[in-house]
């Protein structure tokens, strides 16, 4: 049984059903343990000796907050996170976040195109949290100048769910999207990302079997105590 | 500069700041992170393949949030928790928690004793999350029965931040409390746990270094992206 592809939609069920009176968990809950899982395989692939300095880079939205998550941990891992979060959100969360990592002294960028370039000659490796499972295109201002900038960074990216500026169904398509070296799928991967072919992790190691029979996910078994599972080969056999 | 041990009181003045509005932290991740800390340390400590069986004792109070949050995690590290919980906690949160172990197929005994002492014989290790620093004697009912009956099974015990019937600040002067192998405090270790001589892990990697300094806590370094660190020896050096 292979492992299942999302769909924009059925990401969108799961997630729901999760947080419904049945799935008892919180956004708090889940966000805490993707972000974990995302601060966690980055690193797994950079180590803070070489790869101390992370622009984290926020969406607006949840996988914004997930950043955020992982900004903190990776600060408790030995790094130096920087944020990057020209839009922030609007739910309470999102602030609550934030205001931790203030707390670690994590500082977060100006919100102008130039303060981003100056940050990305000055960073080992991006954190790209910016667009999630629930992006729709085009790519608006101020990422619509964001992402060509990453991009042209040349640094190594790690991109949470799905690289920003793919569909999450058609994937690169249009090629306007980043091209991260690393991958970290939340839950499971979506329908995207069936052509990505640098190192592959699955994170969201939270969902109880019965949501995994009935999605039919398929699921890895994840080593040890980890928060996330190398996918790489079991999603690039030929 | 030596680890700091805690008061009850300093213990709750930490909680209290980290979920003030400077501190900005939601019980719900504090409490993930700490379950999650006491589940790596069972883990580490007793391996799934020998030790599959924990049984997993949670109090009315956030201990025992912790408690089923680690439950959670250990039936999704490969264990096969069973919950004792004859006190459920009123608190939203810990119905939530109980309902995401319930999703997992993990089972809750009956309130009695006498299931208490048949599930002992057929555990293979005992999560000790009943009291916790907010602790004040005597113990009552039912966990005057209870705690002998653990004590007295001889299974190899994990006790989370304080090991049950302890004084949270004197220890087990009075001789009524368990005797853990294994310890995880939580933050920092308290007062009470100084003459504890087994394996002692530190579980709460969220403390940012303003608290940590303010407190004057002296924590030690984690290893790699663990949520635990071994201070074993550095607890008890002579």
């Known amino acids: 049984m292979s492992l299942r592809y999302l769909s924009a939609k059925v990401a969108q069920q799961i997630d729901d059903e999760l947080m419904s009176a049945a799935g008892a968990f919180s956004l708090d809950q889940l966000m805490e343990l993707a972000g974990l899982a995302c601060a966690q395989a980055l690193a797994k692939v950079y180590g803070a000796e070489r790869y101390p300095r992370v622009l984290v880079c926020c969406g607006p939205g949840n996988q914004g907050g997930d950043g955020l998550v992982a900004a903190r941990h990776l600060s408790m891992f030995g790094y130096k996170p920087t944020i990057y979060m020209p839009k922030p959100g609007s739910k309470d969360i ?111 190691r939270f969902v109880p079997r019965t949501l995994e029979e009935k999605f039919q996910l398929n699921l890895p078994t994840y080593p040890g105590y980890d928060q996330i599972v190398d996918i790489t080969e079991l999603t690039q056999k030929l």
């Open 94 to 204: 999102y602030q609550r976040l934030h205001t931790q990592c203030k707390n670690m002294s994590i500082s977060t960028l100006p919100e102008d195109e130039q303060s981003l370039r100056t940050a990305l000659k000055s960073s080992d490796v991006v954190l790209d949290a910016i667009f999630g499972f629930s992006f729709k295109g085009p790519i608006r201002a101020p990422f619509d100048a964001a992402l060509p900038l990453l991009s042209t960074s040349r640094l190594p990216i790690v991109s949470v769910d799905i690289p920003s500026g793919w569909d999450v169904e058609a994937g690169n398509e249009a090629g306007v999207g980043l091209n991260p070296h690393v991958l970290v799928s939340l839950t499971a991967p979506k329908e995207g990302v069936r052509l990505f072919r640098g190192q592959h992790f699955l994170g969201g």
